[in-house]
T-cell receptor, first 115, second 111 residues
């Protein structure tokens, strides 16, 4: 298995532009998580899905952020419009349901820079 | 609110030293406490602790959980420059599949 695949690896964009981050979870993993990591705030959970349904989006910062999981093999995190404070590394992780943290596999992350 | 607090936030030691990283938490019910190592990319799994007082070991790394005092420690003996990384502690609450991370300890080992 290729693991959790995220794209792009790096994204540099201008303030106000739309940004879309993509994630392909491990086949058979029912839960998918989007995290954001900064030096100041550490690793924060933005949203998580179980069986393609959003379960907890309480970490989504504001209406500029949205996430979708149209099928079991693909998810997107969109920021529109982007702002410099959105600059961070965004990680996607997946796990089989019921295994919690033990089953987590992280993608390599997308480093987003908004200028 | 569930919380995981790690200390120190950063640490610089010389190669060969022993370090102890701390993790305290406020989570009512959880399945496990987890430790991860993060170098340049994604966090990688180190340990899962479920029972109080039982030490887990992997080479020079070891960890233990104290459910009464609500903390865990991660020890690294005879440190090497390859141990330089951010070490993350996380709790896995029973109620769902998400895990809650601390902010991490940034460890730098000087040659």
């Amino acid at each position: 298995d290729a693991g959790v695949i995220q794209s792009p690896r790096h994204e540099v964009t201008e303030m106000g532009q739309e940004v879309t981050l993509r994630c392909k979870p491990i086949s058979g993993h029912n839960s998918l998580f989007w995290y954001r990591q900064t030096m100041m705030r550490g690793l924060e959970l933005l949203i998580y899905f179980n069986n393609n349904v959003p379960i907890d989006d309480s970490g989504m910062p504001e209406d500029r952020f949205s996430a979708k999981m149209p099928n079991a093999s693909f998810s997107t995190l969109k920021i529109q419009p982007s702002e410099p404070r959105d600059s961070a590394v965004y990680f996607c992780a997946s796990s089989p349901s019921g295994q919690g943290g033990y089953g987590y596999t992280f993608g390599s992350g997308t480093r987003l820079t908004v200028v | 609110e569930d919380k995981v607090v790690q200390s120190p936030l950063s640490l610089v030691v010389h190669e060969g030293d022993t370090v102890t990283l701390n993790c305290s938490y406020e989570v009512t019910n959880f399945r496990s406490l987890l430790w991860y190592k993060q170098e340049k990319k994604a966090p990688t799994f180190l340990f899962m602790l479920t029972s109080s007082g039982i030490e887990k070991k992997s080479g020079r790394l070891s960890s233990i959980l104290d459910k009464k005092e609500l903390f865990s420690i991660l020890n690294i003996t005879a440190t090497q420059t390859g141990d330089s990384a951010v070490y993350l502690c996380a709790l896995d609450p029973i109620r769902d599949d998400k895990i809650i991370f601390g902010k991490g300890t940034r460890l730098h080992i000087l040659p």
